[in-house]
């Protein structure tokens, strides 16, 4: 399995680069995780907008599906210039009906998951984890029957995280405040408490994404490295894992 980052930032884009969009692939099959603004951009420089096989949404907030729109509109001229008929499997919660109605378009068709039960797509197994933040938002544990990687989505630290991602190959937080800051009324973690959940989980790698526009980002690390003594990175465009 290799995990690749194409959008890391919180609540907008910075210059050049996009908000959540993580690529997942395996033996040819690349799936998306959330879509964020700047994603189908940046996500270009790495494969095909043709080549992705599955996306997979982990809730509705702009940051996170900003650019599902655009996706359809691609998926609808591919499939005009070339004739065919491709659709695309859009999946996400059906908590908020009108949301998940609109991930069905002409060649894109949104998948209702149930987060109670495992969701098979393609090579990947996905089990589902409800975070705290304002609206229904679902972590995962994505694994391929020999690696597991974490992403927690948008979320305050919850101690059902140690659990849901102990022994991960790959951990990707929510990092949107400093140490010492309080972001659980936004729905989002610290440093520290993401340091936490990796240090406790026992899991090989952290990544800090979701990344605050405020501050000096290499403090991040700096203030996780204090909890964690595995490997730990600061989410950049491109940056990878293979398992």
């Not at 197994?125 to 948008?154: L, N, W």
């Not at 989410?235 to 293979?242: D, H, K, R, Y």
């Amino acid at each position: 399995m290799k995990v690749t980052v194409i959008g890391y930032w919180g609540a907008y884009p910075a210059a050049g680069s996009a908000t959540s969009g993580y690529l997942f692939e395996r033996d040819g099959f690349r799936m998306l995780v959330d879509c964020g603004s700047g994603v189908l951009s940046r996500m270009q420089q790495f494969v095909k907008i043709s080549d992705v096989d599955a996306v997979v949404l982990s809730h509705y907030h702009h940051d996170h599906i900003a650019d599902i729109g655009a996706l359809q509109y691609a998926c609808l001229v591919k499939n005009t210039l070339n004739e065919t008929s491709d659709i695309l499997p859009i999946y996400g919660h059906a908590e908020e009906k009108e949301k998940f109605d609109q991930l069905t378009h002409q060649y894109t068709k949104g998948h209702r998951y149930n987060p109670e039960d495992p969701l098979q797509v393609g090579p990947f197994t996905i089990d589902f984890q409800k975070t705290q933040h304002p609206v229904a938002c679902y972590g995962m544990r994505v694994s391929d029957g020999e690696h597991s990687v974490v992403y927690t989505a948008d979320t305050s630290y919850m101690k059902e995280w140690i659990g849901f991602a102990e022994e991960a190959d790959l951990l990707i937080t929510d990092t949107n405040f400093y140490k010492g800051m309080d972001g659980s009324k936004a729905g989002h973690m610290t440093s520290e408490e993401a340091a936490t959940i990796a240090a406790e989980a026992k899991v090989d790698t952290l990544w800090l994404s979701h990344l605050p526009h405020f501050g000096q980002l290499p403090r991040l690390r700096q203030e996780a490295e204090d909890v964690f003594k595995g490997t730990i990175q600061i989410a950049e465009e491109g940056l990878s894992w293979s398992g």
